[in-house]
Nanobody, 124 residues
Framework: QVQLVESGGGLVQAGGSLSLSCAAS????????MGWFRQAPGKEREFVAA????????YYADSVKGRFTISRENAKSTVYLQMNSLKNEDTAVYYC?????????????????WGQGTQVTVSS
């Protein structure tokens, strides 16, 4: 089992930037892919980005491609999400998640451990 703790959410104006972090513990960090998901009020939790165990491959939702960057620092067991050019529609609770393997997916059922979530609010 993996324990995940997110940090870095907050309030930002549209067009601004925010960086999220997620610290992991419990399993060898480099052996599994990591993902970021988000959930806006009244909506399903949706995929944002994923990264392979050694960070060589990344995968983004079309809605964030070119604006968000996922990265990881295995020595610190931490995954990051750099969010630039934020839009009102990016407002949501953001969750990091650990995959069951090094397989990246947008399917949340393939992620077995989740953080508690961090609120990101983008204002006009």
């Amino acid at each position: 089992q993996v324990q995940l703790v997110e940090s870095g959410g907050g309030l930002v104006q549209a067009g601004g930037s925010l960086s999220l972090s997620c610290a992991a513990s419990g399993r060898t960090f480099s052996t599994y892919a990591m993902g970021w998901f988000r959930q806006a009020p009244g909506k399903e939790r949706e995929f944002v980005a994923a990264i392979s165990g050694y960070g060589g491959t990344t995968y983004y939702a079309d809605s964030v491609k070119g604006r968000f960057t996922i990265s990881r620092e295995n020595a610190k067991s931490t995954v990051y999400l750099q969010m630039n050019s934020l839009k009102n529609e990016d407002t949501a609770v953001y969750y990091c998640a650990a995959s069951v393997s090094d397989y990246m997916s947008r399917n949340r059922d393939l992620y077995h451990s989740w953080g508690q979530g961090t609120q990101v609010t983008v204002s006009s």
